[in-house]
């Protein structure tokens, strides 16, 4: 390690000399004054913190570009007179000095609620990302999400086998949510329904889709009969596969001819200006009040 080097990484960030000096560098601590702060930019924002790993990486400046711009906007207004990019950047001088915004009378600006100015005009206000493919959503993101909830978290899909598979700790984390008070759904196919084997063969998976999804209750299998959480499964034709986290969501599109994995994700948050997130929602609960069944009656059927 170079001498530049180890200077460096002995320099904290502004980020975290600013929060030290408000006394908001706990974790709990930092996550009520985030909700305070959300309450006044946008309501839906609120519950929507860091996970405790994220945040850690936040501070430590272990990431890659900026947090997504809804946290931006919090942290902004958290910490008025600094921009996002100049929290994230290192501090110049100790720990114990606590430096003042780099222009303390700044013009004025666009509000922090604004769309960010490169921003489509016509993209939904409850759009926080789109991925091409399944594939190239970060692996983390997954995590952060399913870590983060603190009320609901709703699995819609066919296998979801993808999510205990690259994340074998998932189980046990489904689980330890519930027994925290979240309130947990879980929506599979049935293996057994006519819609499975059909839709085994538009991916071009044929009997492999099927495969997949009793391989994936076999994962899910000890989350049957945990209270506060309620496994359903379904014979439908699944148009996306909705996985929902408190007030974001991520949905991946199915397309005719093509994997899971392949097909785009778009990342949501719940939005007073947007109705996307609701439109999906209202397909999940559709489907979970009219079509879905108890996991344990699915052999009557």
């Not at 609901?152 to 689980?175: G, Y």
């Not at 994936?216 to 499964?233: H, K, S, T």
């Not at 994995?261 to 979970?288: C, E, Q």
Request: with cysteine; glycine share 6%.
């Amino acid at each position: 390690m170079t001498a530049d080097t180890a200077t460096q990484e002995a320099r904290p960030l502004v980020l975290k000399v600013l929060l030290r000096g408000r006394h908001l560098q706990s974790y709990r601590a930092f996550c009520r004054e985030y909700d305070k702060v959300a309450e006044k930019v946008d309501k839906t924002l609120r519950g929507g913190y860091p996970s405790k790993a994220q945040f850690y990486r936040w501070l430590s400046g272990d990431i890659v570009g900026l947090p997504y711009a809804d946290h931006c906007r919090v942290l902004e207004a958290m910490l008025p007179g600094w921009q996002a990019e100049q929290l994230f950047e290192l501090h110049e001088g100790g720990i114990e000095f606590v430096p003042e915004p780099p222009n303390t009378n700044p013009e004025p600006s666009t509000p922090a609620v604004s769309e960010p100015v490169d921003a489509p005009a016509n993209q939904p206000a409850d759009m926080v990302a789109l991925y091409a493919h399944r594939a190239n959503v970060p692996k983390q993101l997954w995590m952060d999400l399913l870590t983060g909830a603190q009320e609901r978290i709703d699995l819609f899909a066919n296998a979801s086998l993808f999510l205990p598979e690259d994340n074998p700790e998932a189980i046990q984390i489904i689980k330890n949510k519930a027994k925290s008070g979240v309130k947990i759904r879980i929506l599979l196919g049935d293996p057994e329904q006519p819609a499975m084997e059909l839709r085994g063969k538009e991916e071009r998976l044929f009997e492999g889709l099927v495969g997949r999804i009793r391989m994936a209750l076999a994962y899910y299998r000890p989350l049957v009969g945990i209270d506060g959480i309620d496994f359903r499964l379904h014979g439908t034709s699944l148009y996306n596969s909705i996985f929902r986290y408190d007030n974001q969501m991520l949905v991946n599109q199915h397309i005719y001819g093509t994997y899971g994995y392949i097909a785009p994700i778009l990342h949501l948050r719940k939005s007073s200006a947007g109705d996307l997130f609701d439109t999906y929602m209202r397909s999940l609960n559709l489907v979970w009040d009219e079509e879905a069944y108890d996991i344990q009656d699915a052999k009557s059927r």
